[in-house]
């Protein structure tokens, strides 16, 4: 939730300051930082895994366990779909991370 303004995206705060007041950053408490990092492993361990390719694309015609197919879907739907970063439901976003990298191990 932004806009750009003057060359540069600023991001609208105005609904999370009910809750979050004097925030100035949709990272709070470091939930995006934190996010951010667990996705770039998970997404590091989907392509070691042969599962995505160095494009990030998913790479079919392979029979894959549900563990790695709930992974991929983890990934798919937090990362690449959603574009929140987690920030509506942060441990719920932390959890489904964990859980993904936990599930290719």
Not at 13 to 19: D, I, K, T, V
Not at 69 to 97: C, F, Q, T
């Amino acid at each position: 939730m932004g806009y750009e303004y003057h060359g540069s995206m600023t991001e609208n705060m105005a609904g999370c300051e009910g809750c979050h007041s004097g925030a100035d950053s949709f990272d709070i408490n470091g939930a995006i930082t934190e996010f951010e990092a667990l996705a770039a492993q998970l997404e590091q361990a989907l392509k070691d895994k042969g599962l995505i390719d160095e494009n990030s694309a998913v790479i079919t015609g392979q029979t894959v366990s549900a563990d790695y197919a709930g992974a991929l879907w983890n990934w798919r739907y937090l990362i690449v779909e959603d574009r929140s970063k987690g920030v509506h439901n942060p441990k719920y976003a932390k959890a489904m991370l964990q859980n993904a990298l936990e599930a290719l191990q």
